[in-house]
């Protein structure tokens, strides 16, 4: 029996003990509120109203300090006309132990401010005491106005840079970028859309663009005002043609905007008509090239036949017949071989070839060619070695040069082809006796052709 009661007694005072440790802790939680709380709060007397308490709060939001306001009354620190609530106040807290929201005015220093008033009475210690807490309207309100007012910057400045952040981005773009506002004015603008159409910010977009008095007719914005779809189209502008994409967002700070890229694309659209040029160029080229295959076959075989009679002593009088038909046929022959030069080229392909056995192969046409204009051929070949290059092109550059060597010459003339080596290069020397010297030299571990 003793050692249940003696278990009994260790549980109450383990339950006090949890007690006052939670009152203590109740207290220290009361006192940081007591002493932090922005509002102003006192403790005073619940008979004599003498002010027991003050916190800091109650000194900065009215003006005094605590210490010079211990010993006095409440209603030192009401207005005269404010003095005859107390009693009401005093009981409505006795009755229900809490007071109501109140508005009074405080006395400071002879000027007057309303503030609201919320007290409640209890028992400490066995004196009964009323908490009273009360915050200053205008203050609150000042306070409000300023929470407010910090918050709007510290969004202002959080837009300042994403703004900053973004136009940068946009500087930096190769692209003519700038971003208008629902009515058309333009908010930002890039260095390249500066550069192109000068300073524009705050303008009218389709003034500064287009230098319109109304927007443009194919504006892509009253089509997406409530789309988040990205469109484009093209237009031109400065005598210059764009790609114009539009992209409707929404700024940090709220505001519908439309995002516009206008890309250059004049350069472009000229090289694909070039390119297109080009290719109908080559498909002409190649045309002709099968053309002129086809076509130069019989005329080298009715101008055969015509040296063939030209040459016989029965039709001697008509030989100024023949010499005009064989140079029209020559003529043709000219015309083609300019339409040859519209065919697309090919790869070249480079193997080892030896100069002076090109030569010597073209020698019989080279001299056919020689006699036919009263004219004379000397070949001069050297051994040299071979070199890296197309065949068939330097057959055709040797014939370019020696024909063009003939033309050059009177009758009578003689034409001088060398093929000699100098140091790491393979010379060939074409000399006529016309208007000048022509030489072309190839490197031998560098092709040329």
């Not at 009964?128 to 409000?144: K, Q």
Request: charged residues 25%; glycine residues 6%.
């Amino acid at each position: 029996m003793l050692r249940d009661k003696v278990i009994e007694l260790e549980q109450k005072v383990a339950d006090l003990e949890a007690a006052l440790e939670k009152v203590q802790n109740d207290n220290k939680i009361w006192d940081r509120i007591f002493t932090e709380s922005y509002w102003g709060m006192m403790i005073c007397d619940a008979v004599s109203l003498e002010l027991l308490k003050i916190n800091p709060g109650y000194g900065q939001m009215h003006g005094y300090e605590s210490a010079e306001l211990l010993g006095r009354t409440v209603y030192d620190l009401l207005a005269p006309e404010c003095r005859k609530d107390v009693p009401d106040i005093l009981a409505r807290i006795h009755d229900n132990g809490h007071s109501a929201y109140k508005t009074v005015h405080l006395k400071k220093d002879g000027s007057r401010f309303p503030v609201h008033t919320d007290s409640f009475e209890f028992l400490f210690e066995g004196r009964r005491l009323i908490s009273v807490s009360v915050c200053n309207i205008s203050g609150f309100e000042r306070a409000l106005e300023k929470r407010s007012l910090d918050e709007r910057e510290k969004l202002q400045k959080v837009v300042e840079e994403e703004h900053l952040r973004l136009y940068t981005l946009f500087n930096a773009f190769p692209g003519l970028i700038y971003v208008i506002e629902e009515r058309y004015k333009i908010r930002f603008a890039n260095y390249k859309f500066k550069e192109q159409f000068g300073e524009c910010e705050g303008q009218l977009c389709y003034s500064v663009v287009a230098g319109l008095n109304y927007p443009c007719s194919n504006c892509e914005i009253p089509l997406i005002e409530n789309d988040t779809t990205q469109t484009g189209n093209g237009c031109i502008y400065n005598h210059r043609l764009y790609d114009v994409f539009t992209q409707p967002y929404t700024d940090v700070d709220g505001t519908k905007l439309y995002f516009k890229v206008l890309i250059d694309i004049t350069d472009r659209k000229n090289a694909d008509r070039e390119y297109f040029r080009l290719e109908r160029l080559n498909l002409v080229g190649e045309m002709a090239a099968g053309i002129a295959h086809e076509v130069r076959n019989p005329l080298t075989t009715v101008r055969g036949f015509l040296q063939l009679l030209s040459s016989k002593d029965s039709v001697q009088q008509y030989s100024d017949y023949f010499k005009i038909m064989i140079e029209e046929l020559d003529r043709a022959n000219l015309i083609i071989t300019d339409f040859l030069s519209l065919a697309r080229e090919k790869a070249v392909d480079f193997t080892s070839v030896n100069l002076g056995k090109i030569a010597k192969s073209l020698m019989p046409l080279l001299g056919a060619d020689a006699l036919n204009q009263d004219k004379d051929i000397n070949l001069e070949l050297e051994s040299v070695p071979d070199i890296k290059g197309d065949e068939n092109e330097l057959r055709q550059l040797l014939l370019n040069l020696v024909r063009n060597g003939f033309e050059a010459m009177q009758s009578g003339g003689v034409l001088t082809v060398k093929i000699f080596e100098v140091g790491n290069y393979v010379v060939l020397q074409v000399a006529d006796q016309g208007g000048g010297i022509i030489h072309w030299c190839l490197k031998e571990s560098e092709p040329r052709f």
